[in-house]
């Protein structure tokens, strides 16, 4: 099974930027589409946005020209770059496949806040 751990979240104005990245084990990473989600304090997981294993990406309206969505297959490795950071983007932020398949990880909390 696929270990995914989540980094680089924290505590940021609004406005800020902050960059996560998500390692995954197991080189089918390279070969699978992948996803950002995230879960705020009493809301369900959402959707933030998705990657192929090829590179195209997709966005929640919600983030979409503020947050990238990027991949180094090379290094197992997943990123979101997280810019205009609004208060209502606060989460504790995880990766998985696009279709949620493998193990949660422990997530990164980002809190946006003055």
């Known amino acids: 099974q696929v270990q995914l751990v989540e980094s680089g979240g924290g505590l940021v104005q609004p406005g800020g930027s902050l960059r996560l990245a998500c390692a995954a084990s197991?080189?089918?990473?390279?070969?699978?589409?992948m996803a950002w989600y995230r879960q705020a304090p009493g809301k369900q997981r959402e959707l933030v946005a998705t990657?192929?294993?090829?590179?195209?990406?997709n966005y929640a309206d919600s983030v979409k020209g503020r947050f990238t969505i990027s991949r180094d297959n090379d290094k197992n490795t997943m990123y979101l770059q997280m810019n205009s950071l609004k208060p209502e983007d606060t989460a504790v932020y995880y990766c998985?496949?696009?279709?949620?398949?493998?193990?949660w990880g422990q997530g990164t909390r980002v809190t946006v806040s003055s």
């Open positions: 998985n496949t696009e279709f949620a398949q493998w193990n």
């Open positions: 197991g080189s089918i990473f390279r070969f699978t589409g």
């Open positions: 990657i192929t294993s090829g590179g195209s990406a």
